[in-house]
């Protein structure tokens, strides 16, 4: 039975997929960063066909998984968190230098701002946490400012799906470009009204266009 395997993104937990279903026959594994309590990480876990990653979730995959991962699908994720064009780098550089200054004074109040634009142009409801392990989202928030991610670490014949919204406020869209690496194992699919919570917004949209690749593709 092949298996996949989901990470979220910065800021939140493995809550942010909600009932996860792709269709019979899926063994499935939800990974917990553990921002907010317990982390998830299947230490024992050996292997999975397919990897689904948001926006920072791309960057704490374990190493390992990527080796025999046939496929690795990509929602707002990035090679780089600040983008290459120049203004657009010193922005982002200083909206993460913001958000860790506000750590220091009130954690629940960033996160706040945060769930606010994560999920613009929509509104979607979304519980503060009671307790935020703040070292950690600290510490991702650091990374986040220089991590590149590592192509070299993927299996190049592994098939990616790129999923990206056009209103996403919290990282400017960037279109296909930045993925120009990989682009001939690359399928490429933009939403006109998502923003980075492209999963939460859009989730049928999404798990439709998941299906339709892996018909496609595999």
Not at 90 to 117: A, C, S, W
Not at 182 to 203: D, L, M, Q, V
């Amino acid at each position: 039975m092949p298996s996949i395997a989901f990470f979220h993104g910065w800021g939140f937990d493995r809550d942010f997929w909600g009932n996860v279903n792709l269709g019979a026959g899926w063994d499935t594994y939800v990974f917990d960063r553990g921002y907010f309590g317990t982390q998830e990480l299947y230490e024992d876990l050996p292997r999975v066909d397919l990897i689904v990653a948001h926006s920072w979730g791309l960057h704490w995959v374990p190493d390992y998984l990527f080796k025999n991962a046939s496929g690795i699908v990509v929602l707002n994720s990035f090679l780089s968190f600040p983008p290459d064009h120049k203004l657009e780098q010193i922005k982002t550089l200083r909206i993460l230098d913001k958000m860790m200054k506000g750590f220091e004074d009130d954690p629940h109040t960033v996160l706040e701002q945060f769930y606010l634009n994560v999920f613009a142009p929509q509104t979607v409801p979304w519980d503060l946490p009671d307790f935020v392990h703040d070292t950690l989202l600290l510490h991702d928030l650091e990374q986040m400012k220089s991590r590149v991610f590592d192509m070299r670490k993927v299996n190049p014949n592994t098939r990616w799906l790129i999923m990206q919204g056009k209103k996403d406020v919290i990282r400017a869209y960037q279109g296909e470009q930045e993925w120009d690496s990989i682009k001939k194992n690359a399928r490429y699919k933009a939403i006109e009204s998502a923003g980075h919570a492209i999963w939460k917004t859009h989730t049928q949209e999404c798990i439709q266009s998941i299906r339709l690749w892996l018909k496609t593709v595999f």
